[in-house]
């Protein structure tokens, strides 16, 4: 099983709501990443989390704000967004460098679609 | 600056023939390379990955890595519409932090016609 699920699909939000999106994986990864994807571009790497720990933050406005409560789950905490914040957010999760190896495997979600008014 | 290059196409195959998708990338220290194919308004998904030079096939999907040239390619054979998609190639490189960042190419947009 490779599923990565993400809530919720869609979003719609002001520039003055603050919304959190939401990631869980049960494969027993323990690496998990957020990306943010325009409209024909590559995926943006945005954060990672390795063992529960940010070990990659790209630079990342701070009206962006992960959480890994543990393991399984992962949020994105949104807050302020500019309409140019609008894009797919993607969740993956992979073994991690400890397990994986050179060869370690990362798997998307979803995605959640993103819409700032 | 680590780069990974793909034309971006649109490459058109006819249904059946063999698509053939190429990637380049700049960074000697590269250890493995990743294709992900994705379809309009979804998520990536991971067709092979590959990181000892030479060939590896699953099923009609064959990557093709020469560390030498730096150079990594799909090719898919008996391409059916179903194929049309954007193909990403990613790239891991070596680093001391471990190994969890992938340098994603822009895409190659695949159509097959029928």
């Known amino acids: 099983d490779t599923e990565v699920t993400q809530t919720p699909k869609h979003l719609v939000m002001g520039m003055t709501n603050k919304k959190s999106l939401k990631c869980e994986q049960h494969?027993?990864?323990?690496?998990m990443y957020w990306y943010k994807q325009k409209a024909k571009k590559p995926p943006e790497l945005m954060f990672v989390?390795?063992?529960?720990?940010?070990?990659i933050n790209e630079s990342v406005p701070s009206r962006f704000s992960p959480e890994c409560p543990n393991s399984s789950l992962l949020n994105l905490h949104l807050h302020a967004l500019q309409p140019e914040d609008s894009a797919l957010y993607l969740c993956?999760?992979?073994?991690?460098?400890?397990?994986?190896?050179?060869?370690?495997?990362?798997?998307f979600g979803p995605g959640t679609r993103l819409t700032v008014l | 600056q680590k780069e990974v290059e793909q034309n971006s196409g649109p490459l058109s195959v006819p249904e059946g023939a063999i698509a053939s998708l190429n990637c380049t990338y700049s960074?000697?220290?590269?250890?493995?390379f990743f294709w992900y194919r994705q379809y309009s308004g979804k998520s990536p998904e991971l067709i092979m990955f590959?990181?000892?030079?030479g060939d590896k096939e699953d099923g009609r999907f064959t990557a093709q890595l020469n560390k030498a040239s730096q150079y990594v390619s799909l090719l898919i054979r008996d391409s059916q519409p179903s194929d049309s998609a954007t193909y990403l190639c990613?790239?891991?490189?070596?680093?001391?932090?471990?190994?969890?960042?992938?340098?994603f190419g822009t895409g190659t947009r695949l159509t097959i016609i029928p």
């Open positions: 590959i990181y000892s030079n």
């Open positions: 989390y390795s063992y529960e720990k940010l070990s």
């Open positions: 960074d000697r220290g590269s250890q493995s």
């Open positions: 494969m027993g990864h323990r690496a």
């Open positions: 993956a999760s992979s073994q991690g460098r400890l397990a994986g190896g050179s060869t370690d495997t990362q798997y």
């Open positions: 990613a790239v891991r490189h070596a680093s001391r932090f471990g190994n969890e960042k992938l340098t």
